[in-house]
């Protein structure tokens, strides 16, 4: 059974930090590229970051380059996305994206984790 699992969300105030995990099962993590999205009610999810399979390659989206990172630990079939800087714009619900380098149509979601940045 394929299983994403985020956690690490909470409510923080501007400027702090969290550090968004990503579980993984049932499939073969390794070969796949790990992004995380976040939605905001009324807006399109967005894609902010991505790790490439070996881990050897990320991109960001220019709303948080500089101040995310994302990495990945294969061994552990876990993926971190480490937010600091945070701006009560990155309020949103974020989640963890599994797609299959070699099938793209192969790809699974996490049941996604709060983020609020706020005062």
């Known amino acids: 059974q394929v299983q994403l699992v985020e956690s690490g969300g909470g409510l923080v105030q501007p400027g702090g930090s969290l550090r968004l995990s990503c579980a993984a099962s049932?499939?073969?993590?390794?070969?796949?590229?790990i992004m995380w999205y976040r939605e905001v009610p009324g807006q399109p999810r967005e894609m902010i970051a991505r790790?490439?399979?070996?881990?050897?390659?990320?991109n960001f989206h220019d709303s948080v380059k500089g101040r995310f990172a994302i990495s990945r630990d294969n061994a552990r079939s876990t993926a971190i996305l480490q937010m600091d800087g945070l701006k009560p714009e990155d309020t949103a619900v974020y989640y963890c994206?599994?797609?299959?380098?070699?099938?793209?149509?192969?790809?699974?979601w996490g049941q996604g984790t709060q983020v609020t940045v706020s005062a």
């Open positions: 994206n599994a797609e299959d380098a070699r099938t793209p149509s192969n790809d699974y």
């Open positions: 049932g499939f073969t993590f390794n070969s796949y590229i």
């Open positions: 790790i490439s399979p070996s881990g050897r390659s990320v």
